[in-house]
């Protein structure tokens, strides 16, 4: 039997972006033989109206509206229950899928993992330039079986940043079997990361993981819609989230809870929770000057001698001595800070009109 592919995309005012996604699927070879499920959580811009146009000339797309908001731990569930394929690719409305990547996948899938993890491009803004972003230390190709405790350590010592433990949902292409095997987990919604808990609840009964080589889709670097309450909630979000996540399933004092904590300080360096502090200071009434202090708390609460550093210059340096330290960053920061803001003033003067 030859295994098919769903693109499951759950998606929410996406509307200036989701042409760009549907285009650079559709024009894939391949591209008419998949099945694409759109679920929209009640978008209130133009959405249904270009996507109707999508569904008129594409009969592989289907197009469900929900009746309101569901947020993104209900949607990215509720995207797959339409799909038929045999693997649903667990795809971002606002990411763009690189030539020659579908027809790979679809060659992929017929091994028959639950699991195939891939890599995208990431634009680096200081440094002006696209690189492939890592997920796992491993060959190209590696197949990791995660109910197998050896192996599953193996990979968490290997993993290279929280992609390795699904936090990028247009990065995993998952047997639709597997994933239905298992309901949603409502403590873990309004998470932002239920599908990762889906896949770590997984882990004990059987998860197959193949590590693709090669960056299979672009992030769109300008749109991080986890982003929307600020930089110290978006901190949250993730050292929370996968912190809880570790905790649940495996233990805090395991070794895959460690190495879960080890990411997310790579990810949340100390320079960053020095940025962190120092954008509370830029602006006081939309950053939380003690939630970023219990997150360094959280972040860094391994006894190590790095984290006891780390703890100490994040509590010596004062923001005005940082700026003093990181001019550039802390510019660049400032002016993203009045942007947004003066986009936003206008947002609500449009409104008001």
């Known amino acids: 039997m030859t295994a098919s592919l769903s693109v499951c995309i759950p998606i929410y005012n996406f509307a200036k972006f989701i042409p760009e996604t549907l285009d650079s699927i559709l024009g894939q070879d391949g591209g008419d033989d998949v099945q ?26 289907k197009y469900v509206r929900q009746p309101q908001k569901g947020g993104i731990d209900r949607d990215m569930a509720k995207s797959v229950e339409p799909a038929t394929g045999d693997y649903c690719w667990l795809f971002s409305g606002d990411d763009i899928m690189r030539p020659g990547a579908l027809r790979r996948v679809l060659n992929e899938i017929q091994s028959g993992h639950d699991l195939y993890l891939c890599k995208h491009m990431e634009y680096i803004a200081d440094r002006e330039e696209w690189i492939e972003w890592p997920t796992v230390d491993a060959p190209d190709g590696a197949v990791f079986e995660l109910s197998d405790e050896r192996t599953r350590h193996e990979y968490f010592i290997r993993a290279a940043n929280t992609e390795a433990f699904f936090s990028f ?71 929370e989230g996968f912190h809880k996540i570790a905790d649940h399933f495996f233990g805090h004092g395991s070794v895959e809870a460690f190495q879960v904590r080890r990411v997310i300080r790579v990810e949340f360096h100390p320079l960053a929770m020095l940025l962190g502090k120092f954008m509370c200071s830029v602006n006081p009434a939309g950053e939380s000057r003690a939630m970023m202090d219990r997150l360094m708390r959280t972040a860094y609460c391994d006894l190590t001698l790095a984290n006891l550093r780390a703890k100490f210059a994040y509590a010596t340096t004062s923001p005005r001595r940082f700026r003093r330290q990181q001019p550039e960053l802390c510019a660049r920061h400032e002016r993203k800070f009045r942007s947004n803001r003066q986009s936003r003033g206008e947002a609500a003067g449009l409104s008001a009109t």
């Open 36 to 61: 694409i499920v759109i679920l929209d959580g009640a978008s209130t811009d133009n959405t249904a109206e270009i996507l109707a146009g999508y569904e008129r000339k594409h009969p592989n797309i």
């Open 169 to 239: 949902i247009g990065g995993l292409i998952v047997r639709r079997e597997k994933w239905n095997s298992v309901p949603l987990n409502e403590e873990f919604v309004g998470s932002c990361w239920a599908h990762a808990a889906r896949l770590f609840q997984l882990m004990r009964s059987g998860l197959s993981v193949k590590c693709l080589s090669g960056a299979l889709l672009d992030r769109r670097p300008d749109n991080d819609s986890f982003a929307a309450g600020g930089m110290v909630n978006r901190y949250r979000l993730a050292i």
